[in-house]
């Protein structure tokens, strides 16, 4: 808790030495899922911008389901034609903490099994953000890259029977984002 305060004390202090741009956002699609989410992004020139995004989802749905997890996802933009408005690439990497299992979601291995480990990994980011007065505005952001996941599988959603830990690459999509955004200054 200390490190995000400290992030977010050094980011609102750039923002103030530089005269720069700080907004404030939340993923609606995160919020869709009761997953808990803020972001805070930093102008940091004419065309860069510096992002980054944290969520938590600490909730069980009945009594063997769960979709437990927090994650941390910083990303470097570049504005085509100035930064927080218009078109975005971006380069984004990501941090998670997981303990899934117990729902069909996706399919019956989730259903069956319960997966409890970590992940990390880059990828590549293209977004649109839409000006809607001098405080507000709307972005969507696609992401495409690189997981690397390990993690000890269960056999079921609530026994402690550990299997073989695991490891496993994925490639795909490693961000997706339809957010409301706040202008501090």
């Given at each position: 808790?200390?490190?995000v305060l400290f992030?977010?004390?050094l980011?609102?202090?750039m923002?103030s030495a530089?005269?720069q741009?700080?907004?404030?956002?939340?993923n609606?699609?995160?919020?869709?899922?009761?997953?808990?989410?803020?972001?805070?992004?930093?102008g940091?020139?004419?065309?860069?911008?510096?992002d980054?995004?944290?969520?938590y989802?600490?909730w069980?749905m009945?009594?063997?389901?769960?979709w437990?997890?927090?994650?941390?996802?910083?990303?470097?933009r570049?504005?085509?034609?100035?930064?927080?408005?218009?078109?975005?690439f971006?380069?984004h990497a990501?941090?998670?903490?997981?303990?899934?299992?117990?729902?069909?979601l996706?399919?019956?291995?989730?259903?069956n099994?319960?997966y409890?480990?970590y992940?990390?990994g880059a990828?590549?980011t293209?977004?649109?953000?839409?000006?809607?007065?001098?405080?507000?505005?709307?972005?969507a952001?696609?992401?495409?890259?690189?997981?690397?996941?390990?993690?000890?599988e269960?056999?079921?959603?609530?026994?402690?029977?550990?299997l073989?830990?695991?490891t496993?690459?994925?490639?795909?999509?490693t961000?997706?984002?339809?957010?409301?955004?706040?202008?501090?200054?």
């Open positions: 808790m200390k490190k992030l977010f004390l980011l609102v202090g923002s530089y005269g741009k700080f907004a404030v956002k939340s609606l699609l995160y919020d869709a899922t009761a997953t808990i989410n803020l972001g805070a992004e930093i940091l020139g004419k065309k860069w911008s510096l980054i995004s944290g969520n989802n600490g069980m009945g009594d063997q389901a769960r437990k997890h927090w994650m941390v996802q910083p990303e470097a570049y504005w085509l034609c100035e930064k927080f408005n218009g078109h975005f971006g380069l990501h941090y998670a903490d997981y303990n899934v299992g117990g729902f069909s996706l399919g019956d291995r989730l259903k099994r319960r409890q480990g992940l990390y990828g590549l293209y977004g649109y953000q839409w000006v809607l007065s001098n405080r507000w505005s709307i972005e952001a696609l992401g495409l890259g690189w997981a690397h996941m390990k993690d000890n269960y056999p079921c959603a609530t026994c402690g029977n550990k073989p830990a695991e496993r690459d994925y490639f795909g999509v961000k997706a984002a339809v957010s409301i955004i706040y202008f501090i200054k």
